[in-house]
């Protein structure tokens, strides 16, 4: 049995290499070789990474990115939307789950989204991040962890996360990294 688990996109780590698109797609499109339109933003990505910036600062270039994916939430405004309750979340991980015969496609989920997560396939069909659930149950890191060379995505408990959180806020203080 897995425990609640979240994600945590670090993205001071990220390089917008975008590995974790293709890893995702490949894993979710069964597709070994994910075409271009597959890997930029426009695309059913169930994961996106879009730049912010640059900027400069000091004298120094700054650039960012943002990870946009599921965010499997607590409280999911898109399952209290969903009018056939094809949203659900797995009681043992907490995951955010989608349940394909039971969509009908009529997108309320993506007004209520904060993220903008939800995407839908050509049968209008609701896609979204479903946390490499298989991949959790076997004790194996989700494809996109897996693949992050640069240690930007972790998936874990939510006690984990903000964990992690914290000690990252403490470090950007301490660097005198916090912008006011």
Not at 27 to 54: D, F
Request: net charge positive; proline share 5%; hydrophobic share 40%.
């Amino acid at each position: 049995m897995i425990t609640r688990k979240a994600v945590f996109r670090d993205m001071d780590l990220c390089v917008n290499c975008k590995a974790c698109i293709v890893a995702c797609n490949v894993k979710h499109m069964s597709n070994a070789r994910p075409e271009a339109s597959h890997i930029i933003p426009t695309s059913r990505n169930l994961l996106n990474v879009y730049p912010t910036g640059p900027e400069i600062r000091d004298d120094r270039v700054y650039q960012a990115f943002i990870g946009i994916a599921c965010m499997h939430c607590a409280e999911a405004p898109c399952i209290k939307v969903c009018p056939t309750s094809a949203i659900y979340k797995d009681t043992a991980s907490g995951v955010t789950l989608v349940d394909d015969e039971k969509c009908i496609g009529c997108r309320a989920c993506i007004w209520v989204c904060p993220y903008g997560a939800p995407t839908f396939d050509g049968r209008g069909k609701m896609l979204k991040c479903d946390l490499c659930i298989d991949r959790l149950r076997e004790g194996k890191k989700t494809a996109c962890e897996h693949t992050c060379a640069a240690r930007a995505i972790f998936v874990g408990t939510p006690e984990e996360i903000a964990e992690i959180q914290a000690r990252k806020a403490v470090e950007r203080i301490r660097s005198g990294a916090i912008i006011s």
